[in-house]
Protein backbone atom coordinates (compact mmCIF):
# COMPACT_ATOMS: atom_id res chain seq x y z
CA UNK A 1 0.00 0.00 0.00
CA UNK A 2 3.54 2.06 -0.10
CA UNK A 3 2.40 3.67 3.34
CA UNK A 4 -0.36 5.40 2.66
CA UNK A 5 -3.01 5.57 5.22
CA UNK A 6 -6.60 7.51 4.39
CA UNK A 7 -8.89 8.67 7.14
CA UNK A 8 -11.84 8.19 8.37
CA UNK A 9 -12.26 5.01 6.40
CA UNK A 10 -16.16 5.44 6.72
CA UNK A 11 -18.12 8.35 7.11
CA UNK A 12 -22.27 9.47 7.26
CA UNK A 13 -22.74 13.54 7.41
CA UNK A 14 -25.64 15.33 6.46
CA UNK A 15 -26.01 18.11 3.53
CA UNK A 16 -24.52 21.81 4.05
CA UNK A 17 -21.87 19.88 6.74
CA UNK A 18 -18.38 20.38 6.28
CA UNK A 19 -16.30 17.39 6.11
CA UNK A 20 -12.28 17.09 5.83
CA UNK A 21 -11.05 13.75 4.59
CA UNK A 22 -7.02 13.34 5.60
CA UNK A 23 -4.44 10.93 3.28
CA UNK A 24 -0.87 10.31 5.20
CA UNK A 25 2.51 8.84 3.15
CA UNK A 26 5.20 7.62 4.63
CA UNK A 27 7.70 8.18 2.13
CA UNK A 28 7.71 11.59 1.56
CA UNK A 29 6.67 11.19 -2.33
CA UNK A 30 6.57 14.64 -4.10
CA UNK A 31 3.25 14.45 -6.06
CA UNK A 32 -0.21 13.22 -4.16
CA UNK A 33 -3.86 13.15 -5.97
CA UNK A 34 -7.28 12.80 -4.83
CA UNK A 35 -9.82 11.03 -6.79
CA UNK A 36 -13.16 9.93 -6.43
CA UNK A 37 -14.46 6.75 -7.48
CA UNK A 38 -18.62 6.52 -9.25
CA UNK A 39 -20.21 3.52 -10.65
CA UNK A 40 -19.80 4.11 -14.32
CA UNK A 41 -17.68 6.77 -14.00
CA UNK A 42 -14.43 4.84 -12.88
CA UNK A 43 -11.56 6.92 -10.90
CA UNK A 44 -11.80 10.84 -11.53
CA UNK A 45 -8.96 13.75 -10.55
CA UNK A 46 -10.58 15.98 -8.17
CA UNK A 47 -7.03 17.64 -7.01
CA UNK A 48 -3.52 16.48 -7.13
CA UNK A 49 -0.32 18.41 -5.23
CA UNK A 50 2.84 18.93 -6.69
CA UNK A 51 4.48 19.92 -3.57
CA UNK A 52 4.17 21.41 0.04
CA UNK A 53 1.43 24.40 -0.88
CA UNK A 54 1.26 23.42 -4.46
CA UNK A 55 -1.84 22.41 -6.06
CA UNK A 56 -3.90 22.69 -8.69
CA UNK A 57 -7.32 21.37 -9.89
CA UNK A 58 -8.61 17.92 -11.91
CA UNK A 59 -11.06 17.11 -13.81
CA UNK A 60 -14.00 17.52 -11.04
CA UNK A 61 -13.08 19.80 -8.53
CA UNK A 62 -15.87 22.09 -8.04
CA UNK A 63 -17.08 21.95 -4.15
CA UNK A 64 -14.11 20.79 -3.18
CA UNK A 65 -10.85 22.37 -1.53
CA UNK A 66 -7.61 20.85 -0.90
CA UNK A 67 -4.75 21.91 1.52
CA UNK A 68 -1.09 20.35 1.37
CA UNK A 69 1.44 22.17 4.65
CA UNK A 70 3.42 18.94 5.06
CA UNK A 71 4.65 16.86 2.69
CA UNK A 72 2.84 13.92 4.40
CA UNK A 73 -0.64 15.26 4.35
CA UNK A 74 -3.07 16.51 1.76
CA UNK A 75 -6.45 17.15 2.66
CA UNK A 76 -9.49 17.02 0.96
CA UNK A 77 -12.55 19.39 2.05
CA UNK A 78 -15.93 19.34 1.11
CA UNK A 79 -17.13 23.31 2.68
CA UNK A 80 -20.59 22.54 2.43
CA UNK A 81 -21.52 18.61 1.63
CA UNK A 82 -24.00 17.54 -1.17
CA UNK A 83 -25.53 14.37 -1.92
CA UNK A 84 -24.17 14.07 -5.16
CA UNK A 85 -20.78 13.97 -3.56
CA UNK A 86 -21.80 10.24 -1.94
CA UNK A 87 -18.72 8.25 -3.23
CA UNK A 88 -15.19 6.93 -2.50
CA UNK A 89 -12.76 8.79 -2.39
CA UNK A 90 -9.31 7.21 -3.06
CA UNK A 91 -5.89 9.48 -2.33
CA UNK A 92 -2.82 8.04 -4.35
CA UNK A 93 1.14 8.86 -4.57
CA UNK A 94 3.26 8.75 -7.38
CA UNK A 95 6.44 7.15 -7.39
CA UNK A 96 8.99 8.85 -9.17
CA UNK A 97 7.78 10.87 -12.35
CA UNK A 98 4.45 11.93 -12.00
CA UNK A 99 2.52 9.45 -14.61
CA UNK A 100 4.57 6.82 -13.00
CA UNK A 101 3.00 4.24 -10.83
CA UNK A 102 0.35 5.82 -9.02
CA UNK A 103 -0.15 3.57 -5.98
CA UNK A 104 -4.07 4.01 -3.83
CA UNK A 105 -4.28 4.54 -0.76
CA UNK A 106 -7.29 2.07 0.68
CA UNK A 107 -10.29 4.96 0.10
CA UNK A 108 -12.53 6.23 2.26
CA UNK A 109 -16.76 6.00 2.00
CA UNK A 110 -18.36 8.94 2.27
CA UNK A 111 -22.68 9.37 2.48
CA UNK A 112 -24.15 12.49 2.39
CA UNK A 113 -27.82 12.53 3.77
CA UNK B 1 -16.07 14.14 -22.17
CA UNK B 2 -14.79 10.73 -21.69
CA UNK B 3 -11.02 10.99 -23.75
CA UNK B 4 -10.71 7.13 -22.71
CA UNK B 5 -13.91 4.44 -23.42
CA UNK B 6 -13.97 0.97 -21.91
CA UNK B 7 -15.70 -2.01 -22.97
CA UNK B 8 -17.57 -3.99 -22.08
CA UNK B 9 -18.70 -3.24 -18.01
CA UNK B 10 -18.75 -6.48 -17.42
CA UNK B 11 -17.60 -9.70 -17.87
CA UNK B 12 -18.01 -13.55 -16.75
CA UNK B 13 -15.47 -16.23 -18.33
CA UNK B 14 -15.58 -19.99 -17.62
CA UNK B 15 -12.20 -20.25 -15.60
CA UNK B 16 -9.65 -21.64 -17.63
CA UNK B 17 -11.03 -19.23 -20.63
CA UNK B 18 -9.34 -15.71 -21.88
CA UNK B 19 -10.85 -12.46 -20.41
CA UNK B 20 -10.43 -9.54 -22.85
CA UNK B 21 -11.21 -5.71 -21.91
CA UNK B 22 -11.07 -3.02 -24.82
CA UNK B 23 -10.26 0.39 -24.07
CA UNK B 24 -10.12 3.21 -26.91
CA UNK B 25 -8.60 6.87 -26.31
CA UNK B 26 -8.90 10.13 -28.51
CA UNK B 27 -5.85 11.98 -27.48
CA UNK B 28 -2.58 11.29 -29.10
CA UNK B 29 -0.51 13.07 -27.35
CA UNK B 30 -1.20 9.42 -24.61
CA UNK B 31 2.46 7.76 -24.32
CA UNK B 32 1.69 5.60 -21.43
CA UNK B 33 -1.02 3.39 -20.99
CA UNK B 34 -1.84 1.50 -17.43
CA UNK B 35 -3.96 -1.30 -16.25
CA UNK B 36 -5.08 -1.12 -12.70
CA UNK B 37 -6.92 -3.98 -11.03
CA UNK B 38 -9.32 -3.19 -7.82
CA UNK B 39 -10.63 -5.93 -5.24
CA UNK B 40 -13.62 -4.95 -3.42
CA UNK B 41 -13.36 -2.60 -0.51
CA UNK B 42 -9.48 -2.05 -1.82
CA UNK B 43 -7.68 0.83 -3.90
CA UNK B 44 -6.98 0.02 -7.22
CA UNK B 45 -3.46 -1.34 -7.87
CA UNK B 46 -0.96 -1.13 -10.50
CA UNK B 47 -1.29 -4.65 -12.87
CA UNK B 48 0.59 -4.00 -15.91
CA UNK B 49 1.37 -0.99 -18.21
CA UNK B 50 2.61 -0.13 -21.88
CA UNK B 51 4.54 2.07 -23.63
CA UNK B 52 3.45 3.22 -27.45
CA UNK B 53 6.82 1.71 -29.03
CA UNK B 54 5.64 -1.80 -28.54
CA UNK B 55 2.78 -3.71 -29.58
CA UNK B 56 2.69 -6.05 -27.39
CA UNK B 57 3.90 -6.75 -23.62
CA UNK B 58 3.48 -9.69 -21.56
CA UNK B 59 3.46 -10.46 -18.32
CA UNK B 60 2.75 -14.10 -16.62
CA UNK B 61 -1.00 -14.56 -17.90
CA UNK B 62 -1.56 -10.94 -18.56
CA UNK B 63 -1.05 -9.28 -22.17
CA UNK B 64 -1.51 -5.81 -23.33
CA UNK B 65 -2.05 -5.34 -26.88
CA UNK B 66 -1.32 -2.12 -28.44
CA UNK B 67 -2.73 -0.65 -31.69
CA UNK B 68 -1.87 2.99 -31.81
CA UNK B 69 -2.72 3.58 -35.68
CA UNK B 70 -6.67 3.06 -34.32
CA UNK B 71 -5.76 3.98 -31.20
CA UNK B 72 -7.00 1.34 -29.26
CA UNK B 73 -5.47 -1.32 -26.38
CA UNK B 74 -6.67 -4.22 -24.72
CA UNK B 75 -6.00 -6.34 -21.65
CA UNK B 76 -5.98 -10.57 -22.44
CA UNK B 77 -6.03 -12.55 -19.33
CA UNK B 78 -4.96 -16.22 -20.05
CA UNK B 79 -6.26 -18.98 -18.31
CA UNK B 80 -8.42 -16.99 -15.88
CA UNK B 81 -8.79 -18.01 -12.32
CA UNK B 82 -11.67 -17.37 -10.19
CA UNK B 83 -9.15 -14.75 -8.06
CA UNK B 84 -9.26 -13.08 -11.17
CA UNK B 85 -12.25 -11.94 -10.09
CA UNK B 86 -11.92 -8.05 -10.01
CA UNK B 87 -12.58 -4.74 -11.17
CA UNK B 88 -10.23 -3.49 -13.92
CA UNK B 89 -8.97 0.06 -15.32
CA UNK B 90 -7.38 1.07 -18.17
CA UNK B 91 -5.79 4.25 -18.07
CA UNK B 92 -3.62 6.68 -20.42
CA UNK B 93 -1.57 9.53 -19.47
CA UNK B 94 0.67 12.26 -21.05
CA UNK B 95 4.49 11.85 -19.60
CA UNK B 96 4.71 15.76 -19.76
CA UNK B 97 1.43 16.47 -17.53
CA UNK B 98 1.23 15.68 -13.68
CA UNK B 99 -2.75 15.77 -13.93
CA UNK B 100 -3.54 14.09 -17.16
CA UNK B 101 -3.92 10.04 -16.13
CA UNK B 102 -7.28 9.54 -17.48
CA UNK B 103 -8.93 6.10 -16.58
CA UNK B 104 -11.99 4.77 -18.43
CA UNK B 105 -14.64 3.35 -16.40
CA UNK B 106 -14.37 -0.07 -15.27
CA UNK B 107 -15.19 -3.71 -16.18
CA UNK B 108 -16.22 -5.78 -13.84
CA UNK B 109 -14.62 -9.55 -14.31
CA UNK B 110 -16.17 -12.49 -12.55
CA UNK B 111 -14.79 -15.91 -13.35
CA UNK B 112 -17.02 -18.74 -12.83
CA UNK B 113 -15.35 -21.92 -11.61
Known amino acids: DAGITQSPRHKVTETGTPVTLRCHQT?????MYWYRQDPGHGLRLIHY???????DKGEVSDGYSVSRSKTEDFLLTLESATSSQTSVYFC????????????FGPGTRLTVL | QQQVKQSPQSLIVQKGGISIINCAYE??????FPWYQQFPGKGPALLIA?????SEKKEGRFTISFNKSAKQFSLHIMDSQPGDSATYFC????????????FGSGTRLSIRP
Open chain 1, 92 to 103: AISVGAPTDTQY
Open chain 1, 27 to 31: ENHRY
Open chain 1, 49 to 55: SYGVKDT
Open chain 2, 27 to 32: NTAFDY
Open chain 2, 50 to 54: IRPDV
Open chain 2, 91 to 102: AASEDSSASKII
